[in-house]
């Protein structure tokens, strides 16, 4: 919809487009097969991204030029990792994973001596849930910092659900 209160969920207007009468009925069934492919593609799309923003992760994997190099146990309503090491190679994205291998985030990057970076993306999920990922480049050293946010985790409730504790004992 093209109006304001159009919606990220929402087909866009041209998907919606009527087919003209003048169009010959060869014109008039590939226009309605490219419609119907589009909006297939449309709710495709729609589910995966509801799938992402609904999505609750136990586990975050960071991937760095697709090799994952750390991972955080999500246990409380506050989790944070930070990565600090130095790098021969120039880096080109970093990724954030869960453990069901979704992709939560990735920052594409383009370092190197002449181009020192520094780069943040933040994520807004559902539920109030938010997904942080920071980058910094210094002197050939690079820090990620990935910091996750789940107001509705109690951090014993998911210590037990992992069953790392019991009744409330570690």
């Not at 990565?83 to 992709?103: C, G, N």
């Not at 807004?124 to 910092?145: G, H, P, Y």
Request: glycine share 4%.
């Amino acid at each position: 919809m093209s109006n304001s209160s159009s919606s990220l969920l929402e087909p866009p207007a041209p998907f919606d487009k009527p087919l003209r009468e003048e169009e010959s009925g060869n014109e008039n069934a590939q226009s309605r097969e490219i419609v119907e492919e589009m909006n297939r593609v449309w709710a495709s799309l729609r589910r995966r991204f509801l799938d992402t923003y609904d999505h609750r992760p136990e586990r975050l994997w960071v991937a760095v030029n697709g090799i994952s190099v750390a991972s955080l146990d999500v246990c409380n309503n506050e989790n944070s990792l930070t990565i600090t090491t130095k790098v021969a190679e120039p880096l080109d994205f970093i990724e954030v994973f869960s453990e069901q291998q979704i992709r939560l985030a990735m920052l594409n990057i383009n370092t190197g001596p002449d181009n020192p970076v520094d780069n943040d993306a933040n994520i807004s999920l559902s539920d109030a849930r938010k997904l942080r990922v920071s980058f910094r480049e210094q002197d050939s050293r690079f820090s990620i910092r990935v910091d996750y946010t789940d107001p509705e985790i109690q951090g014993w409730e998911r210590l037990a659900s992992l069953g790392l504790i019991v009744s409330g004992h570690l």
